[in-house]
Structure formats: C-alpha cells, structure tokens
Nanobody
Framework: QVALVETGGGLVQAGGSLRLSCAASGRTFTNYNMGWFRQAPGKEREFVAAITRSGTTICYAEAVKGRFAISRDNAKNSLYLQMNSLKPEDTAVYYC????????????????????WGQGTQVTVSS
C-alpha cells in the first residue's frame, strides 16, 4: 500500500483559504486514484473530492463544489486540495486516501473502497 501524509491544515477565518497537500510514498503514485474525505466531531466521515490517475475525472461533493479544487502532481507524488471561501461547517479532520480501482464519480465517492489513508490534518474555520 502507498503511504500518505497530509499537511497544510490550520485555523482560518470564514471566507479564507487553505491548501492541503498529501505526499505519497512507497508505491507508484500513478497507479492510484486519489480522494479527500473529512470527518467532523460527532459526524461520519464524508467524501469531499476525488481525482483519477491521470486527472481526467474529477468529482466533488455538492457541499464544496465551486469552492474547493482537487489536483495532483504525478511528478511530485502529491495530491492537493485548494479550499476557498471556507465556512465554519468545513471544520473537520481532512484525510487523503488512495485506491487502485474506480473510474466513475459514483464509485470514487465510496470511502470503504479506498485502501490507504493518511493520518489526517485538522482544518478549523472560525466564524
């Protein structure tokens, strides 16, 4: 399995921006479709965004569409999540995850199908 490490979380005011990064190691990054998930206190983990190996398919949760942008740099073995216009309800621990299979957004939104997960990075948005 690929090892994943997230960075870039922090405290930001509502309306602000953050950029999360996820560094992958141990396996060929281009073998993996990648996703971002988040979990707020007392809530279940939820899908945020996903991107296929070559970046040809990108998916977003409705709650973040138009505000967040997922991208990847295969040369740097890295995944990113640019978060703009942040809201207090975006407060959560954000996780990056990797999976080998899946090509449609319906599939890529399924958290249990991801094989590797990072340790998470806290994002706190104050009102």
């Amino acid at each position: 399995q690929v090892a994943l490490v997230e960075t870039g979380g922090g405290l930001v005011q509502a309306g602000g921006s953050l950029r999360l990064s996820c560094a992958a190691s141990g396996r060929t990054f281009t073998n993996y479709n990648m996703g971002w998930f988040r979990q707020a206190p007392g809530k279940e983990r939820e899908f945020v965004a996903a991107i296929t190996r070559s970046g040809t398919t990108i998916c977003y949760a409705e709650a973040v569409k138009g505000r967040f942008a997922i991208s990847r740099d295969n040369a740097k073995n890295s995944l990113y999540l640019q978060m703009n216009s942040l809201k207090p309800e975006d407060t959560a621990v954000y996780y990056c995850a990797a999976r080998v299979f899946g090509t449609t957004c319906l599939s890529l939104k399924q958290g249990p199908e991801y094989n590797s997960w990072g340790q998470g990075t806290q994002v706190t948005v104050s009102s």
